[in-house]
C-alpha cells in the first residue's frame, strides 16, 4: 500500500505497517495532549503504549486478520495527525457489525475484502479516532480522511470503516460525505454521587431493593473480592484472569482475540489504567472483571469465571465499576458492547457513531438506504428503553406521560 500527498495544502501522509515506526512522543502528542500535565490519558484505548502491546503481543499483525497501516499526517511543522488503521480481512472485532454489506456485496460479485479500518481493534469504546494536535482537529480529520480514502482506492479496496468515533467526528465527517451509523450502549453516568447509597437513593423502590438483594447475593459466595490497581496487581493475578479470559473468549468468539503476552505488555506500560476486580475463594482467584481508568470514564472490557455464583458477574463487572467511578471522581462507566440486563442496574442507553466510506455506487446507495432507517430505529429504540430505565420519576416526568 502507498502513502499519499496532498500536495494542496503540502501535507505528506504516510501509511506506518508498525507503530514502531514512529517516535512514541510524536503519536502522543495526538492522542492524549491533555496527559502532558502528567494526569492520565482520556482514552487510554489509542495511546502509543496501548496500540504497541497489540502489536508486539501478536494480538494484531500477520494471521490475525488486523493488519496495522497507521496514518501520520506531517507538513513542515512536524506530526500534527494520526489514525490506528488497519487492513482488514473478516470483520471480526469490531462490535459495528457490517457482515450483511459484505455478504450481499459478494453475491453481487464484489470482493468486500480485504477493508480499511480506524479503530481500536477489540474494544468497543467511543473515542477520538482522528488524533490531531489540539488547533488541528478540522484540518488534522480533512488530512486523514482524504488520505485513508486515497490509500483505499489506490489499492481497489471496498471500503474505509471508522468505529466508535465521537459524535463531534461523526458531524465533521458526515460533512465531507461519510456515511453515518448510529448504534447504541448502555452507560452509567455519575451524577455527583456521594456514595453508592445516594445512587440508589435515585432509583425506584423496586429496583433499589433489587440491586441490594444482587449485592448480598453475590457478598455470600463464599470468599472475598478485592479491587487491584497498578504495582498491586501481581503476575499470579493475570495468570488467573487469563484462565477467565480464555473460557469467555472460547464461548464469545470460538478464539480469545489476545494473547496471553497482551496482559504482560499492557501491565509493563499502564498497570496505573487498569482495575483488575477479583473475586477469590479459599485463597485462589474464581472470576475477575478487566477495566481499563480514563481521565474522566471507567471502561469496562473482560469478565471471566472459573467458577458460578449467582450475581457475582453483576456485583465484579457493574456494582464494583460504579463504586470506583464514584470513589475517584469519574463521570462515567462504558460497559461494553449490547447488554439490556445493564438498564435496571442503572446503566442507561446511549447512541454511538462511526463513519463509513464505500468505492462501489451501488452498494453505497444500499447502505446509505439502510442506515438512514436504522439511525431512526435506534433513536426510537433509546427513547423507549430510556423510559423503561430504573430511576425515579419525578412529578414532571409523570406529567410528561400522561399528555
Not at 496495522?68 to 490506528?84: E, I, N, T
Not at 439490556?340 to 442496574?345: G, Y
Not at 451501488?362 to 433513536?379: Q, S, T
Request: proline fraction near 4%; charged fraction near 25%; include cysteine.
Amino acid at each position: 500500500m502507498r502513502a499519499s500527498e496532498l500536495e494542496a495544502d503540502q501535507v505528506e501522509i504516510e501509511v506506518l505497517t508498525s507503530i514502531d515506526q514512529i517516535e512514541e512522543d510524536q503519536w502522543q502528542a495526538c492522542a492524549c495532549p491533555e496527559a502532558a500535565d502528567g494526569g492520565r490519558p482520556e482514552d487510554p484505548f489509542t495511546t502509543y503504549g496501548f496500540l504497541a502491546a497489540l502489536e508486539h503481543s501478536g494480538s494484531v499483525g500477520p494471521g490475525t486478520g488486523w493488519q496495522p497501516h497507521h496514518l501520520v499526517a506531517r507538513d513542515g511543522s512536524g506530526v500534527f495527525a494520526v489514525a490506528p488503521l488497519y487492513a482488514k480481512s473478516h470483520s471480526q472485532g469490531e462490535y459495528i457489525f457490517d457482515h450483511g454489506w459484505a455478504d450481499g456485496y459478494e453475491r453481487a460479485g464484489g470482493q468486500y475484502y480485504p477493508k480499511l479500518q480506524i479503530a481500536v481493534p477489540f474494544t468497543p469504546a467511543t473515542g477520538r479516532r482522528f488524533l490531531t494536535r489540539p488547533g488541528q482537529e478540522t484540518r488534522g480529520r480533512a488530512a486523514l480522511v482524504e488520505g485513508a480514502v486515497r490509500l483505499a482506492a489506490q489499492n481497489a479496496l471496498s471500503s474505509v470503516h471508522i468505529t466508535f468515533c465521537t459524535e463531534a467526528e461523526a458531524e465533521a465527517g458526515r460533512e465531507m460525505g461519510l456515511l453515518h451509523r448510529v448504534t447504541q450502549q448502555f452507560h452509567w453516568e455519575n451524577r455527583a454521587y456521594a456514595d453508592f447509597d445516594a445512587f440508589l437513593a435515585t432509583l425506584s423502590s423496586r429496583k433499589r431493593k433489587n440491586i441490594r438483594k444482587e449485592r448480598a447475593t453475590a457478598a455470600a459466595f463464599g470468599g472475598t473480592i478485592r479491587a487491584l490497581t497498578g504495582d498491586a496487581i501481581r503476575p499470579e493475578h493475570w495468570d488467573a484472569f487469563w484462565r477467565f479470559y480464555q473460557d469467555t473468549g472460547a464461548r464469545k468468539w470460538g478464539t480469545p482475540y489476545l494473547t496471553r503476552a497482551c496482559f504482560d505488555r499492557l501491565h509493563e506500560t499502564m498497570r496505573e489504567d487498569m482495575l483488575l476486580v477479583l473475586a477469590e475463594r479459599d485463597g485462589r482467584p474464581v472470576a475477575g472483571a478487566l477495566n481499563f481508568i480514563g481521565r474522566s470514564r471507567l471502561y469496562g472490557r473482560y469478565w471471566g469465571a472459573v467458577e458460578d455464583h449467582p450475581c457475582l458477574h453483576f456485583e465484579l463487572c457493574y456494582y464494583r465499576a460504579i463504586d470506583f467511578a464514584i470513589a475517584h471522581g469519574l463521570d462515567t462507566v462504558e460497559a461494553g458492547a449490547q447488554g439490556m440486563h445493564k438498564l435496571s442496574r442503572g446503566y442507561l442507553p446511549t447512541p454511538t457513531h462511526s463513519l463509513h466510506w464505500i468505492a462501489d455506487p451501488g452498494l453505497r446507495a444500499a447502505v446509505d438506504h439502510f442506515l438512514r432507517a436504522e439511525r431512526e430505529a435506534v433513536a426510537e429504540e433509546i427513547e423507549v428503553i430510556t423510559a423503561y430505565g430504573p430511576f425515579r420519576k419525578t412529578a414532571k416526568d409523570q406529567e410528561e406521560e400522561q399528555e
